[in-house]
């Protein structure tokens, strides 16, 4: 069963302004969450991670806010460039079975120019 | 530095087959895992290796096996091969055995059972 949702399979925003792409977990064990990026024909890459005693991490232009009481996180890109079109993906881990990421089905971001 | 390599990027099978995928980690990087990617959906774990032992096994059937070597390069093996099994199989490989530890991903070897 899907722990990890993004609901929204695609995303299109203009250059230069906020891309803010969203993600629910029904696992409350859940306690750090990632981001991937992807471009096709490549392997997901990292972007940015955030561990639940945080509410909030920023990596340059990527922020990640976790409200765990929702049980959602949300990763803003600001401001969106052409080379951030790829599908974002978004993961979980929880401590007792911290091997392994669980993922949602991926967000198709499309920055028009 | 070479990243995550992965072979062979493509490969056809048909149905009862067995298929091995394989796995060479970045440098110095002693954990790899699996995962599988169905189309249309996100990667699904399928095993971890750390130091050459098993650290941990996702959701599939015995059909599907794996195992680290010495130099901590890694194989992925699936018998008696179902339409199911058509899917993007990704290895990542990091320094450690957490998920805290930034996973590296290959490009993957897109499988395809006839």
């Known amino acids: 069963d899907q722990q990890v949702k993004q609901n929204s399979p695609s995303l299109s925003v203009q250059e230069g302004r906020i891309s803010i792409l969203n993600c629910d977990y029904t696992n409350s064990m859940f306690d750090y969450f990632l981001w991937y990026k992807k471009y096709p024909a490549e392997g997901p890459t990292f972007l940015i991670s955030?561990?639940?005693?945080?509410d909030k991490n920023e990596d340059g232009r990527f922020t990640v806010f976790l409200n765990k009481s929702a049980k959602h996180l949300s990763l803003h890109i600001v401001p969106s460039q052409p080379g951030d079109s790829a599908v974002y993906f978004c993961?979980?881990?929880?401590?007792?079975?911290?091997?392994?990421?669980?993922f949602g089905a991926g967000t198709t971001v499309t920055v028009r120019a | 530095d070479a990243g995550v390599t992965q072979s062979p990027t493509h490969l056809i099978k048909t149905r009862g087959q067995h298929v091995t995928l394989r796995c060479s980690p970045i440098s110095g990087h002693k954990s790899v895992s699996w995962y599988q990617q169905v189309l249309g959906q996100g990667p699904q774990f399928i095993f971890q290796y750390y130091e050459k032992e098993e650290r941990g096994r996702g959701n599939f059937p015995d059909r599907f096996s794996a195992r680290q070597f010495p130099n901590y390069s890694s194989e992925l093996n699936v018998n008696a091969l179902l339409l199911g099994d058509s899917a993007l199989y990704l290895c990542?490989?990091?320094?450690?055995?957490?998920?805290?530890?930034?996973?590296?991903f290959g490009p993957g070897t897109r499988l395809t059972v006839l």
């Open positions: 993961a979980a881990s929880e401590f007792s079975n911290d091997y392994k990421l669980s």
């Open positions: 990542a490989s990091s320094g450690g055995s957490s998920s805290t530890d930034t996973q590296y």
């Open positions: 955030i561990s639940s005693i945080k």
